[in-house]
């Protein structure tokens, strides 16, 4: 083993569990410093500047306080495609991927359909389904210019159109497009359950993205399927992601709005976190 490897295990170990640790190990050394697995693991020295070393030692001081690495380096993958981050966006994550092929897997064989995203963020969701359902039209809308402009970088770097629009959904909205399907995956986690979470999401991911009142944890689930049951197109369907807590009220809530054919499922990890629902 390459002694830089053991030189990052040895300073993250305890801090995140060993597994993640030789992760980080490898992600440090192959995506940032472009050591080949194969070098990294047979050991093979390589020359290693005064400056690379400078930021190695930046790399590790940022994660001793917990920041993600996917914002250390700029980007992640997400449903193996790139995608920019920064500290103005959420981290894709794995579960909202599974929402993805949900509705890809219901639209496979449809062309040109009209797609709403509420709450785009990194804009993971709108620029993967732009990429996946053949022509179709993608609006993005976020309430942050700077999760926006992360957006609109990312529709470039994968190749696609997105139109990225600021809106706040909570508002008054004056212009509503016409939409095949909205997906939403919108602020989900009660102000309570900040004592639970961990530091590198807590310190690190923005608020704005993350919280909602606990006396309304569906707050955005009911605005959005409000506006969705006169927006839709006719036969639209709505997806969102949902907190693993509310899969029961979340179906309540879409149900007693007239909503047909609500359906929950879990997650790979087998959290109820995924509802779909047709328009009234
Ligand atoms: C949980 S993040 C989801 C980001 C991205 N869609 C994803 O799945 O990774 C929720 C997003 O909703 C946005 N948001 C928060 N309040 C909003 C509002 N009132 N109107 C529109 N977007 C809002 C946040 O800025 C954030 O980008």
Redesign the pocket.
């Known amino acids: 083993m390459h002694p830089l490897y053991t030189y990052i295990i040895q300073s993250l170990s305890g801090l995140y569990p060993d597994l993640e640790v030789k992760a980080l190990a490898k992600g440090i050394l192959t995506d940032v410093f472009g050591f080949s697995a194969v070098d990294l693991y047979a050991g093979k020295d390589r020359n290693f500047s005064t400056k690379e070393r400078e930021k190695l030692e930046d790399i590790l001081s940022r994660l001793k306080r917990f920041e993600p690495f996917q914002y250390i380096t700029g980007e992640t993958f997400f449903l193996g495609h790139p995608f920019y981050v920064t500290h103005d ?5 794995p579960e ?1 991927a599974e929402l993805v092929e949900w509705i890809v897997r219901d639209y496979a064989s449809q062309e040109g359909l009209r797609v709403l ?9 709108a620029v993967s389904l732009a990429r996946l359902l053949p022509r179709s039209s993608v609006l993005a ?4 210019e700077a ?1 926006l402009s992360v957006a609109r970088r990312n529709a470039a770097r994968n190749g696609v159109n997105v139109e990225c629009v600021r ?5 008054h909205i004056v212009a509503m497009p016409d939409a095949d399907i909205w997906v ?5 986690i009660r102000e309570q359950e900040k004592a639970s979470m961990d530091r590198n999401v807590l310190d690190w991911e ?1 608020g ?3 919280f909602v009142p606990d006396n309304d944890p569906l707050l ?1 689930y009911r605005k959005i399927a409000e506006l969705g049951s006169k927006h839709l197109s006719s036969s639209g369907v709505l997806y969102y ?1 949902i907190n693993q807590a509310y899969g029961r009220e979340t179906v309540e809530l879409l149900r007693s709005m007239g909503y047909r054919n609500v359906e929950l499922r879990k997650d790979l990890s087998g959290n109820d976190r995924m509802v779909k629902a047709e328009r009234p």
Do not use: H, K, Q
């Not at 966006?89 to 994550?93: A, F, I």
């Not at 995203?117 to 969701?125: N, Y």
């Open positions: 966006v959420l981290v894709p994550r909202t995203d509420i709450g785009t963020g990194s804009g993971c969701i809308w976020d309430v942050s999760a809106v706040d959904v909570l508002s939403s995956n919108p602020p989900y923005p704005l993205a993350l955005f992601e």
